[in-house]
């Protein structure tokens, strides 16, 4: 890793090297969900790809949507991808794909045909910054979009109560821009693109598929809520016990809501 990945890898600092594989792992069964894959297919449709179409992703970990992107693009179009993590860009399949920070786009003004990111927004700013970059590289007449969460409107279906209540505000508390997903179409068009589009996303996970990941990311603000002392210890994980019971049995549920966006610069 040179001077420059490190710096932007220390500055997002969330992911210790040696979970990368992890999230790779993670974020690959993430864009093999249903949902997910109609709601990248709508995003796609939204930015106008055509044949040849010089399309860049901004924080692309893996690079998962390539092979979605060909389809619309074609085998000889440019497919860029730029991602802070080395380890997530090690793991892409496109040659096209490269470390770098998406506060400093290392392209020419106007390279592209059109600019997204997904799930990237939340973690990472200032928002700001990032669209005027991906606006910066984007042709005149181009297009930009985004998949973006809204975690505050997502809910764990459960007993509910306090420490129901205190899980989901962790979630919320330790996303940089927990909510960007509804207020981007609004920011878009304060930033000057025309013809704003939105498409909501819901999704009821339920099955035991999808489960085992979604339990991981209720665990991980579980140990946040630990973490705070704000209730005992034994009823927090008894709380996590019942949910996991609940997911053995089938009868679990998070239902995920985010926003696909986009406009014409
Ligand atoms: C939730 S993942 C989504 C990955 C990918 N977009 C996908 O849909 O599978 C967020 C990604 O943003 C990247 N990221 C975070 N900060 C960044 C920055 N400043 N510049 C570029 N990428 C960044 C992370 O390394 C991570 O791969």
């Not at 949902?35 to 930015?47: K, N, S, V, W, Y």
């Not at 860049?56 to 949507?65: A, K, M, N, R, S």
């Amino acid at each position: 890793m040179n001077k420059e990945m490190q710096r932007v890898a220390d500055e997002w600092g969330v992911v210790p090297e040696e979970d990368l594989p992890g999230l790779a792992h993670e974020l690959r069964e993430v864009a093999r969900l249903p949902g997910m894959r109609a709601i990248h297919h709508q995003l796609f449709d939204g930015l106008n790809l055509h044949l040849d179409a010089a399309v860049l992703e901004v924080g692309c970990g893996p690079w998962l949507w390539g092979p979605m992107l060909r389809q619309y693009v074609g085998p000889t179009a440019l497919l860029a991808g730029i991602d802070v993590y080395y380890g997530l860009v090690a793991a892409a399949t496109e040659p096209n794909v490269c470390v770098a920070d998406g506060r400093r786009l290392p392209f020419h003004p106007r390279s592209f045909d059109a600019v997204f990111c997904s799930r990237l927004l939340t973690h990472v700013g200032p928002t700001e910054v990032l669209i005027d970059e991906m606006m910066q590289v984007t042709r005149r007449g181009g297009m930009i979009g985004a998949f973006e969460w809204t975690f505050s409107q997502w809910e764990i279906e459960d007993d509910n109560g306090p420490i129901s209540d205190a899980v989901h505000h962790a979630l919320v508390d330790n996303h940089y821009r927990p909510d960007i997903g509804v207020e981007l179409p609004d920011l878009l068009r304060e930033m000057g693109l025309s013809g704003v589009t939105a498409i909501p996303y819901l999704e009821r996970i339920t099955d035991a598929y999808d489960s085992p990941l979604t339990l991981e990311l209720i665990r991980r603000h579980v140990d946040l809520v630990l973490a705070t002392g704000e209730f005992p210890a034994e009823d927090v994980e008894a709380w996590y016990s019942a949910i996991r019971q609940r997911a053995e049995e089938g009868r679990f549920a998070l239902t995920r809501t985010g926003l696909a966006s986009w406009g014409k610069v």
